[in-house]
């Protein structure tokens, strides 16, 4: 089965109006005519800005993370409904430095990820095992019961908006990439796990990004593989020549 791949730039805690509309104009160049899907996901504040500075093309936009509350009494929360006025196309749920910064559990993940779809948006869920967790030979084990988690309540129809980006948390920001092979297996246990809790039809529709130092040097070597279908990239999505060498790996 042939499935687009899809290239998303997560931008984190980089990022002011100037600077993200001045990446946007290099990046919409460079990306026209490609067959690839591909977002980027700046901060809250710069959301309207790129919003703007993409009009008209084909880059998608996304927010990084949203609240589990509609509104009510969150100090410093962006509600669906605000991301929503902004045009926002896509959510990112469940980043590890989510998890890890902010005690994001599977179950505010699966809470967000509900609203998120029940608003009409499209979700990338992120999920991965941490270093200890891969060195107790855990890692199938850790996917497995997250995706599970995550996707508590969510109907076969919902996996058409929804990316599930494999993230081994050792291998964000550090250098360190999991061999394609190694990542591969991961999206195989994700597929299953998706056949086992819907249908074959569905897992195999899926989009599975990985992510975790992704960068133009390696980024090859891990779309050969079977069931990676694109990736979610953090520090090399801040440079307009690295993550258009990533999005435009086959050319
Ligand atoms: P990285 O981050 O590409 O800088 O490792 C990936 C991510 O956190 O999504």
Request: charge should be neutral; glycine fraction near 10%.
């Given at each position: 089965?042939t499935?687009q791949?899809?290239f998303a730039?997560n931008?984190?805690?980089?990022?002011?109006?100037?600077?993200?509309k001045?990446?946007?104009?290099?990046?919409?160049?460079?990306i026209?005519?490609?067959k690839h899907?591909?977002l980027v996901?700046?901060p809250y504040?710069?959301?309207a800005a790129?919003?703007?500075?993409v009009?008209?093309?084909?880059?998608?936009?996304g927010a990084?993370?949203?609240?589990?509350?509609e509104?009510?009494?969150?100090t410093?929360e962006i509600?669906?409904?605000?991301?929503k006025?902004?045009?926002v196309?896509?959510i990112?749920?469940?980043?590890?430095?989510?998890r890890?910064?902010?005690n994001?559990?599977d179950k505010l993940v699966?809470?967000?990820?509900?609203?998120?779809?029940?608003?009409?948006?499209e979700v990338?869920?992120?999920?991965?095992?941490t270093?200890?967790?891969r060195?107790?030979?855990?890692?199938?084990e850790?996917?497995?019961?997250?995706?599970k988690?995550?996707?508590a309540g969510?109907?076969?129809?919902d996996?058409?908006?929804?990316t599930?980006?494999?993230?081994?948390v050792?291998?964000?920001?550090?250098?360190k990439?999991a061999?394609?092979?190694?990542?591969n297996?991961?999206?195989?246990?994700?597929?299953?796990?998706?056949?086992?809790?819907y249908?074959?039809k569905?897992?195999?529709?899926?989009?599975i990004q990985?992510?975790?130092?992704?960068k133009?040097?390696?980024?090859?070597?891990?779309?050969?593989?079977?069931?990676?279908d694109g990736?979610?990239v953090?520090g090399?999505s801040?440079?307009a020549?690295?993550?258009?060498?990533?999005?435009?790996f086959d050319?």
């Amino acid at each position: 089965m042939t499935r687009q791949k899809f290239f998303a730039g997560n931008w984190k805690l980089w990022g002011t109006q100037a600077e993200a509309k001045a990446l946007i104009a290099a990046l919409a160049t460079g990306i026209q005519g490609s067959k690839h899907r591909i977002l980027v996901a700046p901060p809250y504040t710069a959301l309207a800005a790129v919003k703007q500075a993409v009009k008209g093309g084909p880059i998608l936009v996304g927010a990084q993370d949203c609240s589990a509350l509609e509104s009510g009494a969150r100090t410093g929360e962006i509600s669906v409904g605000m991301l929503k006025e902004l045009g926002v196309d896509v959510i990112i749920l469940g980043h590890s430095e989510r998890r890890q910064f902010h005690n994001e559990t599977d179950k505010l993940v699966n809470d967000k990820l509900k609203l998120a779809l029940k608003h009409g948006f499209e979700v990338i869920y992120c999920n991965g095992e941490t270093l200890a967790e891969r060195e107790a030979g855990k890692a199938s084990e850790v996917v497995i019961r997250q995706t599970k988690e995550a996707l508590a309540g969510l109907s076969e129809a919902d996996l058409g908006r929804l990316t599930i980006a494999y993230e081994p948390v050792w291998a964000i920001g550090t250098g360190k990439t999991a061999t394609p092979k190694d990542a591969n297996d991961i999206h195989q246990v994700i597929r299953k796990t998706i056949a086992e809790l819907y249908t074959k039809k569905a897992a195999d529709a899926i989009i599975i990004q990985y992510g975790g130092s992704v960068k133009p040097d390696n980024v090859k070597e891990l779309m050969a593989m079977s069931d990676i279908d694109g990736a979610l990239v953090g520090g090399a999505s801040l440079k307009a020549d690295s993550f258009l060498a990533i999005c435009t790996f086959d050319k």
